[in-house]
C-alpha cells in the first residue's frame, strides 16, 4: 500500500445529486480505508506492540535498535492519513443520505400534488359531464363523402344543437328537416356530446353525389 493509494478521490456530490449507488461506492470506500487502517495496526502490532505514541528512542535518547523505525513511522503516518480519509467518507455517506432522504420527501410531496390533482380534474370532468346540454337526436349513421362526414359529424354523436332547433323547441325530427330544407347552401352551426365532451361543427346542407342534402341519417333520443 502507498501513501497515495490511502488518500481518498474526489466527491462529486457538489456537481449532481447524490444515488443510491454512489452511496453503496461511498460505503465500500469507507471498508477498505478500515481494512488499511487495521493492517497499519496490524504492522505496528509486529514491531513488539508498539502502538501510536510509543516513544522510539530508548532512556538514553537513542533510537529504539528493537523495531523497524522506518516501518513504525510509514504504519503511524498511514493510519493518521486514513484516518482522516475514513472522517471525510463519513460525512459524505451523511450528505449523500441526507440528499436522498430530501428527495424522497420531495417525490412524495410530488406524487401527493399530482393525486390530488388528478383527483380534483377527474371531479371537475364529472361535473362538467354533469353540466352538460341534453341531447335530443343522435346521429346512427353517415355516407362518406357526404356533406355531414364533411362537417366531422361521426355515428353515435348526439345532437344538442341544429341550428335553431335546442332541447326546448324539439319536438320532431321534422323541425330538423325544415331548418335543412330552409338552409341548403348555408352554414349551420350544430353542436354534439361526443364521448362526454361537447364538440361545436358547421354543417352546409348541400345537393351532392347522395340523397338528401347531409348525408346521414339522425334518429330521436327517448329521454
Known amino acids: 500500500m502507498s501513501d497515495k493509494e490511502a488518500s481518498p478521490s474526489q466527491d462529486s456530490s457538489g456537481a449532481r445529486a447524490a ?4 452511496i453503496h461506492e461511498l460505503m465500500r470506500r469507507k471498508e477498505e480505508i478500515e481494512a488499511q487502517i487495521k493492517a497499519n495496526y496490524d504492522v505496528l502490532e509486529g514491531q513488539k506492540g508498539i502502538g501510536m505514541d510509543e516513544p522510539l528512542v530508548d532512556c538514553e535518547g537513542y533510537p529504539r535498535a528493537d523495531v523497524d523505525l522506518y516501518q513504525v513511522r510509514r504504519a503511524r503516518h498511514n493510519i493518521i ?9 463519513m460525512k459524505q455517506v451523511e450528505e449523500a443520505l441526507h440528499q436522498l432522504h430530501a428527495r424522497d420527501k420531495e417525490k412524495q410531496a410530488r406524487d401527493m400534488a399530482e393525486a390530488h390533482q388528478e383527483a380534483m380534474s377527474h371531479r371537475l370532468g364529472q361535473s362538467d359531464s354533469h ?3 341534453q341531447a335530443f337526436a343522435k346521429v346512427n349513421s353517415i355516407s362518406p363523402g357526404s356533406p355531414a362526414s364533411t362537417a366531422g359529424l361521426q355515428v353515435d354523436d348526439e345532437i344538442v344543437e341544429f341550428g335553431s332547433v335546442n332541447p326546448q323547441n324539439f319536438q320532431s325530427l321534422h323541425n330538423i328537416s325544415s331548418v335543412v330544407q330552409h338552409s341548403e347552401g348555408k ?3 350544430v353542436t354534439v356530446i361526443r364521448r362526454g365532451e361537447k364538440h361545436q361543427l358547421r354543417l352546409v346542407p348541400t345537393r351532392w353525389t347522395g340523397r338528401g342534402l347531409l348525408g346521414c341519417n339522425i334518429i330521436p333520443l327517448q329521454r
Open 19 to 22: 444515488t443510491v449507488s454512489d
Open 131 to 133: 353540466s352538460l346540454p
Open 187 to 189: 352554414p349551420l352551426n
Open 81 to 89: 492519513c486514513l484516518q482522516n480519509d475514513h472522517k471525510a467518507v
